[in-house]
């Protein structure tokens, strides 16, 4: 981290210093002038004692002289000691600048100096730039450290550079902010701005009431428009960036660096250009999508009060695509609870006439849960893909007879009773006299052909009234007569209980009711023989 580059610069600095201390000797070619004081500083230090020689030289000299001497040399010592001095010389990138009486001068300067350079610049990460600095340590008889000159001096040699965090796009750099708690809130924000729900229920109201372009209310109505749809549930599986994003440390001038709010609508707004459209007669929303290239997801989006897909020529419309610098890709996971139709079922009744139909089952819808993947760009639909079927419920099927009985117009040779509910008013054979070739019926008023044939005869037989003859293409035939009205015509087939007419009191009878005959190969029999 460039900002903390002084400290462990200084750390190596005082590490070379205390290196330095250890081999003194060792860089003495570097500077005559040192050189010349180390010597002198070697000589008083190193030099074996003078008392040492004089008292070899002068061998058993008096003792008292020896010990006066002694004392001499023990005070000279003493003064040597005392103004022995230690000073410390600073180079500056290998450069001697100076002496000081201790690192920590040069340190505190440092201090000052960042401290100011902070002041001077609010809400810029600003780095001081002293250069390589090494120290030097030195101990002579009666040397002074210039510590003021070469500090001075230090001082004015520094220069600072502000430290802009740059947000950097596939190589790009796109803009700085002042650190990386500033970048990544704006990468942040780009995420949300088209997930929203990545960010938790709180942080999502926060960062949308702050958020470019967003005002509180629209954010409101999404999250009651979220609530209440139970049927569909939108989570967020993955967001990330198409490009290759990346916040990087750079050395820059103050002023290129952006507040925070500036840089992401920087972004946001990107390569979008503002374009509108006045509709055209004959527009449609599909074909103006078509003519611009464009999703007619941008057109809806943009301009939310079109209904439906209805335009009309001279309505303005927003057809503006974002294009931001940064590319938010988000795979999203929907999941749609479906009705499933019911299905039907057709079952075969072959005593139904062909044609007609009957419900035998009424349906009823089942259920099942869709889960699509839709991937999007921007908050563009990309991709929608179905990834899961499952069903909740299944449909109960609706379940038909269909008839697939044919009118032949052949009787069967059985006859059904042609009233339903009936009662026997007069029997066949002779009464007062008189042959009664049929039997009475009354009951519903429905009358029905009593086998299937074709139909002879509709109409009014001299005493029968309104008759109906059927005949039955197996050397039967049945009559109808006294109805009130026909049911069918002369020519139809007829099946077995298809109505012919209904009950009636026409031509000789007396009261309401059906006289029947069944007829075999022209004579009358008996119905009840045959019912
Ligand atoms: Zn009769």
Request: aromatic share 6%.
């Amino acid at each position: 981290m460039a900002g903390f580059g002084d400290m462990s610069r200084m750390k190596e600095a005082v590490a070379s210093f205390v290196k330095k201390l250890g081999s003194n000797r060792s860089s003495k070619d570097s500077n005559t002038e040192l050189d010349q004081q180390h010597d002198t500083a070697d000589a008083v230090i190193s030099t074996t004692p003078l008392w040492r020689k004089k008292s070899i030289i002068i061998g058993g000299a008096i003792l008292a002289v020896s010990a006066a001497v002694i004392i001499g040399v023990q005070q000279y010592q003493q003064y040597i000691k005392s103004n022995t001095f230690e000073i410390v010389h600073v180079y500056q990138d290998g450069t001697y600048i100076g002496s000081v009486e201790k690192v920590e001068d040069v340190q505190q300067l440092i201090e000052e100096e960042e401290l100011e350079l902070a002041n001077n610049n609010p809400g810029i990460s600003m780095e001081l730039k002293t250069g390589e600095l090494t120290y030097e340590s030195e101990v002579g008889y009666k040397i002074a450290a210039d510590t003021e000159t070469t500090l001075s001096k230090l001082e004015q040699s520094f220069a600072s550079h502000a430290v802009g965090v740059a947000i950097v796009v596939d190589g790009k750099t796109l803009g700085y902010v002042k650190d990386e708690i500033a970048a990544s809130n704006i990468l942040n924000r780009l995420q949300t701005q088209y997930a929203p729900q990545v960010a938790t229920a709180e942080d999502a109201r926060q960062i949308q009431s702050l958020s470019y372009n967003a005002n509180e209310e629209e954010a409101d109505s999404a999250q009651q428009q979220a609530a209440t749809n139970e049927d569909e549930a939108v989570t967020i599986k993955d967001v990330g960036f198409v490009e290759k994003v990346d916040i990087t440390l750079d050395q820059v001038e103050p002023t290129v660096i952006l507040e925070e709010e500036e840089l992401y609508k920087k972004i946001i707004d990107g390569s979008t250009k503002p374009t509108k459209y006045v509709v055209q007669k004959g527009d449609c929303i599909g074909c103006i999508a078509h003519k611009f290239g464009i999703s007619e997801q941008v057109i809806y989006e943009n301009n939310p009060f079109i209904e439906g897909d209805r335009i009309t020529a001279g309505d303005e419309l927003d057809l503006t695509v974002r294009m931001p610098d940064i590319t938010v890709r988000s795979v999203e996971q929907l999941v749609e609870i479906e009705e499933i139709a019911p299905p039907i079922e057709y079952v075969k009744n072959d005593s139904m006439r062909e044609g007609e139909s009957k419900t035998i089952q009424e349906g009823a819808p089942g259920s099942q849960r869709l889960i699509y993947e839709i991937t999007k760009e921007n908050g563009y639909i990309l991709s929608e893909e179905l990834v899961e079927k499952e069903v909740i419920e299944e449909a109960v099927p609706t379940i038909i007879e269909k008839g697939t009985m044919i009118i032949a117009g052949t009787g069967t040779g059985s006859f059904a009773y042609p009233v339903s509910n009936y009662r026997v008013s007069s029997k066949y054979g002779k009464r007062w006299g008189r042959m009664h070739s049929g039997v009475d019926f009354t009951g519903d008023k429905t009358i029905k052909a009593s086998d299937a044939g074709v139909v002879e005869f509709v109409g009014t037989k001299n005493g029968y009234g309104k008759t109906v003859i059927i005949d039955h293409k197996n050397g039967y035939k049945t009559l109808y007569g006294h109805l009130n009205s026909y049911s069918v015509s002369e020519g139809d087939k007829v099946a077995k209980g298809d109505k012919v007419g209904v009950m009636g009191n026409t031509g000789r009878s007396t009261g309401v009711h059906l006289h029947f005959e069944i007829w075999k190969n022209g004579n009358t029999v008996n119905p009840l023989s045959y019912l």
